[in-house]
Each structure stands twice: as structure tokens, then as C-alpha cells.
């Protein structure tokens, strides 16, 4: 079992900046370098989508075509540990992000089906 938990979320003003966290509680015997991690976020309602993942060893990384340039994803194995910094947020930023894992090796980043553990979500808010 992994427990994910995410915190950092909040109300900004359009063009600021956020950075999400989220600390892993391992449970299963895995190391938190096993699991590929991902972003999501989903505002009301909007299906979930994937925001950015990044794989093991945190070589790898991807982000959904409305936040590459702004958004990056980094991964911290020795503190287990996912981070999300969001720069030049926008309105439309605005929903709950949560962050995910994946234990297996077939990784289809984007999919959210394919993910094994999630958080609680973080409220991201940006004014206007």
C-alpha cells in the first residue's frame, strides 16, 4: 500500500505561482523510486486530466500541452517525494490537483485508469 498526500494548494492571482508537494507513506516493501508519478487535476465538472508525470528515476518528463513552459514536474526518491511548481497561473488552472502512482512498468502516463494509488486532491484556485 502507498499513501499519497499532497498539500501547497491555494488561492493565487492570475500570473502567480504555486508549488504543489506530495509526500508518499510507504506500506508495500517498494521503494519510491519504483512508482512513476503524475499530476491530475479535474475542476468541477470537467473529467480528470493529466497535468505532468515524471518516470522513476525523474529522467523522463511529460505535461499536458496547455501548461508545458509554465508547469514542472521534479521527484525527490530520497524524501519520497513529488513536487508540481506552476508558474503563470491562469483562471483556467483553477480544480483539484492530485497526485498519482504507478507501480508497473508499462507506464501510459496520460491514462488515468493506469494509476494504483492516489491522494486526496489540493485545491488550486487562480483569480482573475
Known amino acids: 500500500q502507498v499513501q499519497l498526500v499532497e498539500s501547497g494548494g491555494g488561492l493565487v492571482q492570475a500570473g502567480g505561482s504555486l508549488r504543489l508537494s506530495c509526500v508518499a507513506s510507504?506500506?508495500?516493501?517498494?521503494?519510491?523510486?519504483?512508482?512513476?508519478m503524475s499530476w491530475f487535476r479535474q475542476a468541477p465538472g470537467k473529467e480528470r486530466e493529466f497535468v505532468g508525470g515524471?518516470?522513476?528515476?525523474?529522467?523522463?518528463?511529460y505535461y499536458k500541452d496547455s501548461v508545458k513552459g509554465r508547469f514542472a514536474i521534479s521527484r525527490d526518491n530520497a524524501q519520497n517525494a513529488v513536487y508540481l511548481q506552476m508558474n503563470e497561473l491562469k483562471p483556467e488552472d483553477t480544480a483539484v490537483y492530485f497526485c498519482a502512482a504507478e507501480e508497473g512498468l508499462d507506464w501510459d502516463y496520460a491514462d488515468a485508469s493506469t494509476y494504483d494509488y492516489w491522494g486526496q486532491g489540493t485545491q488550486v484556485t487562480v483569480s482573475s
Open positions: 515524471v518516470s522513476w528515476t525523474g529522467s523522463d518528463t
Open positions: 510507504l506500506n508495500s516493501g517498494r521503494a519510491f523510486h519504483t512508482y512513476a
